[in-house]
């Protein structure tokens, strides 16, 4: 079971968090995270969730913000922090060794979730509501916003391109210097479409504007479609988008998006700690759910247990005594793991006799990834960036 539709089997499952106590959480008396930079939702939620650690259990939670993916990653890597509220590029690429993570000084890494915070608002295509464009088919010959520098936002249109059997060849591409100037772009009708989140101020402004704001519709239950976009991007769940610039629960978008942010750790990363962190975060849910906007993303009733990057033994753990990790998730699971495994075999070996230069590096390692993945009888998902 894949998506937010397992939230509905999770949601079946009678559970019974009985309040945590300082008994009944055994955590280090000072924790570390990396996170979102300072004032973005993501920090924002992780002060929340340290505020409810340090009332009930008297645990210091120490945020260490980050500008991207990488900055947020390094302490990760290199030991100096045990967690992350990370988003997809320092989750699932960092996995995957692609774009920033395919230099030399990184690679495929062995990463793991804890949770994932799947919210009601959207991470997706926002389009000017005047250019009609009520479904992913309906980009076809319209005007869509590349950031340029920006290779995962673009990633992210072009699943959902592939979701309609489209590319960027059947669409006007408009380039951008930034994501602001992007969506500027839809509110001075020099593009049609770009991405977004849907609870941005700029989402909000393009709302406002004489164009307004629509979002196009990805139907949950065609599997060709979902076939279609996880073959780009895994990462993708499907959602109903309830909050944000024109949404509501009375007024509701059948979509795709993807969590945010992603609580991830290493796989090397101590098991009982991590059992002790995902605890703390389920059991202690009700103290932080409304201490930031998005954090009712973080209740155990909205997980993934089969998303795109493996779930730690220590989570894992929890998860089997609450009753929800079932075989189906192990099995994606282990698949994930040995993936990571042929990605880890194929990085030493291209390492050893690889060239010098920068450039021939990232391009010999695109086609050295592609081709262990290919022979592992995987998908490589991305061959070039």
Known sequence: M?????????????LSFAPASAQSIKLPQTLTWTAYDVGSGGYNQAVAIGNALKNRLGINLRVLPGKNDVSRTVPLR????????????????AQEGVFEFGARDWGPQPVRSLLLNNSDALLTIVTAKDANIRTMADLKGKRVAWVVGAPSLNQ??????????????????????????AMDGIVNNQVDAAWSSSISGYAYKIASSPRGLAYPVVPHNDKSVWERIHKTAPFFVPAWGTEGANLSPENKVEAATYPYPVLMTMAGVDEDLVYQMTKAMVELFDDYKDGAPGNVGWDIKRQVFAWAIPVHDGAIRYFREKGLWKAEHQKHNEALVQRQNVLAEAWKSYKATAPSSEEEF??????????ALTKAGLEPVLTSW
């Open 2 to 14: 894949t998506g937010r539709s397992a939230f509905v089997a999770a949601a079946t499952v009678l």
């Open 78 to 93: 290199d030991g100096k922090v045990p967690f992350s509220a990370n988003g997809v590029g320092g989750s699932y690429l």
């Open 156 to 181: 992210n249109i072009t699943a959902m391109l592939a979701s309609a059997n489209l590319t960027w060849d059947d669409v006007k591409k408009v380039e951008f210097g930034g994501f602001g100037q």
């Open 362 to 371: 990232a391009k010999g390692w695109m086609q050295a990834r592609a081709a």
